[in-house]
């Protein structure tokens, strides 16, 4: 089992940015796969950025890609987010998720999740 808890979300204005934490608890953090997923309201839970277990390889959703910035300490289990440049589109349920197989975007290839942690942008 992985038990994964994010922080680090807010209010923020358009343009601004914020850093989001997913810090891993329980088996080893370092031999998974990681992701960032995030729902907004009334929509599906959609893929945002996705880390190989080394770190070696990040991929981004088209919608962040060029804004956000996907990484992760192996030392201090944890994963992170940064977001620059906010639009009120990114408003939504922030989520990491561990144990997708390569370069996994669907929410079924991923076997834990965390709580999520809200992040508003406003205009």
């Known amino acids: 089992q992985v038990q994964l808890v994010e922080s680090g979300g807010g209010l923020v204005q358009a343009g601004g940015s914020l850093r989001l934490s997913c810090a891993a608890s329980g088996r080893t953090f370092s031999r998974y796969n990681m992701g960032w997923f995030r729902q907004a309201p009334g929509k599906e839970r959609e893929f945002v950025a996705g880390?190989?277990?080394?770190?070696?390889?990040?991929y981004y959703a088209d919608s962040v890609k060029g804004r956000f910035t996907i990484s992760r300490d192996n030392a201090k289990n944890t994963m992170y987010l940064q977001m620059n440049s906010l639009k009120s589109e990114d408003t939504a349920v922030y989520y990491c998720?561990?144990?997708?197989?390569?370069?996994?975007?669907?929410?079924?290839?991923?076997?834990?999740w965390g709580q999520g942690t809200q992040v508003t942008v406003s205009s």
């Open positions: 880390i190989t277990w080394t770190g070696s390889n990040t």
């Open positions: 998720a561990a144990g997708g197989l390569g370069l996994a975007t669907r929410l079924d290839e991923y076997d834990y």
